[in-house]
């Protein structure tokens, strides 16, 4: 899943982008928006990793894209300017914690700027749809333009009022009439503030919070210098600041999380290996991660929990103790779980 960086200019966004990824950012890739595929790190594969001893243990990687930003004051070119976020899978919004802005004012005209450029790609679309209404046409099609313009003014009148589109509640087929939109105030949105380092270990401001209850934060740049460091030097400042851990790999997997995916496993002596899926999937749409053949062909998933592999260490003893199970095409893959599809092909 990509994921897009997204914020006002200056709000520390090439300064995440290289926190998470490890990447310097690029000027000269900017405008495209550059690319970062940073691991995503999690203590339960180096487990089982430590159990199967495999010749190469992969952690699934997540996509980031570091993108220009929005100008606070000129702001009639910012439609424009998010164009580059619309296939994105998911908005990491980040706010600049780092020089005394109000964060929450903040995150209220970026969100604005949102329905602004949503707003702007559906009136085009009613304008469109006006016009082939005025037009002679077999009866099915007119009707397929009548209910597509019905959709279009109640979301419309949906982000005139103020709030993004998932707030018109769409059907699963309403969400499919208008998917090439690629509406951003539909996307899963986190919210992460850059925060000074004045600010550590203090909580984000009610108002913020109450806007996105989810929102957290990091102070990245320090985290950045504090990274370069010797272990020795690294531990003696962070001491002094009142820091016990760099908590870069802590936000990958918070934003892994907040962008409803999870992860299932696979394990063997030649690889043991994360997979990223989006939470509520299938068995077979789990096994088409790892290959379409094996979606197509699925018969069953052997599955055990990671509760229970941990416990008992063994799919030996997994199976002795009743934990390990036969799942079918229906079977919703849950976090963590240790699978092995069997498959027709
Ligand atoms: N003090 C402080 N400065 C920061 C922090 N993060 C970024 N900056 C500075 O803010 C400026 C803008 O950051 P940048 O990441 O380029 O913002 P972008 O325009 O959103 O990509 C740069 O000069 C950064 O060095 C931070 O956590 N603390
Ligand atoms: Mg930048």
């Not at 690319?35 to 001893?53: E, I, T």
């Not at 164009?83 to 899978?89: K, N, V, Y």
């Not at 899926?277 to 749409?285: A, L, N, V």
Request: aromatic share 6%.
């Amino acid at each position: 899943m990509k994921i897009g960086i997204a914020g006002f200019s200056g709000s520390g966004k090439s300064t995440v982008f290289e926190w998470l990824t490890g990447e310097k950012p690029d000027p000269s890739r900017l405008q495209q928006g550059q690319v970062g595929n940073p691991a995503v790190p999690d203590p339960r594969l180096n487990f089982l990793a430590s159990l199967f001893n495999p010749k190469k243990t992969t952690f699934t990687r997540m996509e980031l894209l570091d993108t220009p930003g929005l100008h606070p004051t000129e702001r009639r070119d910012n439609p424009r300017r998010l164009a580059i976020l619309r296939d994105a899978g998911g908005l990491l919004v980040v706010l600049n914690g780092f020089s005394g802005e109000n964060l929450a004012d903040a995150l209220r005209r970026f969100r604005e700027e949102l329905l602004f450029a949503d707003l702007e790609v559906i009136t085009n679309r009613i304008d469109k749809v006006k016009d082939q209404l005025k037009k002679s046409k077999p009866a099915k099609l007119k009707e397929l333009d009548e209910l597509e313009h019905a959709l279009l003014t109640r979301i419309a009148g949906v982000l005139e009022g103020g709030q993004g589109a998932a707030a018109a509640n769409l059907k699963v087929d309403e969400e499919k009439m208008i998917r090439s939109f690629q509406l951003l105030t539909l996307k899963p949105e986190l919210v992460f503030v850059n925060i000074g380092d004045d600010a550590i270990g203090k909580p984000l401001p009610e108002a913020l919070l109450k806007l996105a209850p989810a929102a957290f934060y990091a102070p990245v740049k320090l985290e950045l210098e504090l990274a370069e460091l010797g272990e020795e030097d690294r531990k003696a400042f962070m001491a002094d600041l009142g820091m016990t851990d760099l908590s870069r790999d802590d936000n990958i997997r918070k934003i892994f999380a907040g962008m409803n995916q999870i992860v299932f496993f696979t394990v063997g002596e030649d690889e043991c290996r994360s997979w990223a899926i989006p939470k509520g999937s299938t068995g077979p749409q789990g096994a088409g991660q790892i290959h379409s053949d094996l979606e197509r062909g699925f018969v069953r998933a052997e599955v055990v929990s990671y509760a229970d592999f941990q416990k008992h260490r063994s799919m030996k003893e997994a199976k002795t103790h009743g934990v390990y199970r036969m799942e079918g095409k229906t079977y919703i893959v849950q976090d963590g779980d240790i699978m092995h599809i069997l498959a027709s092909t």
